[in-house]
């Protein structure tokens, strides 16, 4: 049986070589921490390479998306309190819509069901949800006048579940269908990241029982 011959002393690396080693390890775990790491995930670029490389775009849209995803985490708390039910914070159908609109089964396959017009100013948020079941689809279509915004299509459940549908970044339109993961509110958070007042239209179709403004 043949055993591994063990090193000799002389084979082994000195102190001096492993402090070499170490040091020079560091030095490049530091210039990667310095030109890529914090450019690409916190837009941070104090060398000007992540720009270069095109990280620092990439850090500063995930930066904007996590703050886009907070605000919605704050909206979608404050809409559980008691402020949420009032009359003005709810989006529903038209008495018109209500009145003299036929049933769905018996419109044109191209007649949306909801439409709203929002106004954000530079800088402001909108949020708005459909209450759906899981497995109910719903088609829908946004634009915005002029400008761009940022948007998350989401849902959070009433059993405490959220997801993601997609994101966007300084977009001006999105058109798709929503199919919901599990019961609860579905729906678009919007945030005017132009320096323009921006007229948002959102029109949908589909299977929901309820539209809402949450924020």
């Known amino acids: 049986m043949y055993n591994t011959d063990m090193p000799t002393r002389a084979e082994l690396p000195t102190t001096r070589q492993l ?6 390890a560091f030095g490049a775990a530091a210039v990667l921490l310095v030109t890529v790491i914090l450019p690409a995930e916190y837009g941070v670029d104090p060398t000007g390479a992540g720009r270069v490389l ?4 990439m850090g500063e849209i995930k ?3 996590a703050e886009e995803a907070a605000a919605d985490e704050a909206g979608s ?4 309190g008691p402020a949420s039910l009032a009359p003005a914070e709810e989006i529903t159908l038209s008495e018109s819509a209500m009145e003299t609109d036929p049933p769905a089964s018996e419109q044109p396959a191209t007649a949306w069901r909801d439409e709203v017009v929002l106004t954000l100013a530079p800088g402001e948020a909108a949020e708005i949800k459909l209450v759906m ?9 946004w634009r915005v006048d002029q400008g761009h915004v ?8 009433t059993a405490g579940e959220s997801t993601s549908y997609r994101k966007g970044r300084t977009e001006a339109s999105n058109t798709g269908e929503l199919t919901a993961a599990f019961d609860g509110s579905h729906g678009w958070f919007w945030r005017n990241r132009s320096d323009v007042p921006a007229t948002m ?3 949908t179709k589909g299977a929901y029982s309820e539209m809402k403004r949450v924020v």
């Open 19 to 24: 402090v070499r080693s170490t040091l020079i």
């Open 150 to 157: 940022n948007s998350d299509l989401h849902g959070d459940g």
């Open 63 to 65: 930066q904007q998306l």
């Open 133 to 141: 079941k899981v497995g109910e689809t719903a088609t829908y279509d």
């Open 77 to 80: 708390v404050a809409a559980a």
């Open 54 to 57: 095109g990280l620092t775009q």
């Open 201 to 203: 239209t959102l029109r």
